[in-house]
């Protein structure tokens, strides 16, 4: 966005025929309040929508102790709320880091399982298998 700043005084410019140094001065000066601020805006923002979603309403199917089982058919999570079956031919991803599992059913939800969750290393290797052998087996 801040290059844009920068493009729209050197268009201008072109158009009229005469470089407009003013204009160029002015249009960098918000290029870099925008580079400076514009971040700290963004992620204030977004923490003010989760905020604001969480104390509005019941989102204890979202919190607490969830267990995730691999079936035949699919995913099966349960929690206190009940349980919510996913299919193989749903999921779109699986992904990992060295923290996270992130199991993509769409672009804007999925599973996200903490590796810490697992007891040792061994439990979680053996998890990740067994996730990827049953999507494999059901996807081809």
């Given at each position: 966005m801040s290059l844009i700043f920068?493009?729209?005084?050197?268009l201008?410019?072109?158009?009229?025929?005469?470089?407009?140094?003013s204009m160029f001065?002015?249009?960098?000066?918000l290029a870099v309040l925008w580079f400076l601020f514009y971040p700290?805006?963004?992620?204030?923002?977004?923490?003010?929508?989760?905020?604001?979603?969480?104390n509005e309403g019941d989102n204890?199917?979202?919190?607490?102790?969830?267990?995730?089982?691999?079936?035949?058919?699919?995913?099966?999570?349960?929690s206190s709320k009940g349980e919510v079956k996913?299919?193989?031919?749903?999921?779109?991803?699986?992904?990992?880091?060295?923290?996270?599992?992130?199991i993509l059913v769409s672009t804007m939800s999925g599973y996200v399982i903490p590796t810490s969750t697992f007891a040792d290393a061994k439990a979680l290797q053996q998890f990740k298998e067994t996730l990827n052998a049953a999507r494999d087996e059901k996807t081809g």
């Open positions: 920068l493009l729209i005084p050197l201008v410019s072109w158009v009229e025929g005469e470089f407009l140094l001065v002015a249009f960098a000066l700290k805006y963004f992620y204030g923002s977004i923490k003010k929508n989760i905020v604001k979603v969480i204890s199917s979202l919190t607490g102790k969830h267990t995730m089982m691999v079936t035949e058919d699919g995913l099966v999570e349960k996913t299919p193989w031919s749903s999921i779109t991803q699986i992904r990992e880091t060295d923290e996270h599992i992130f």
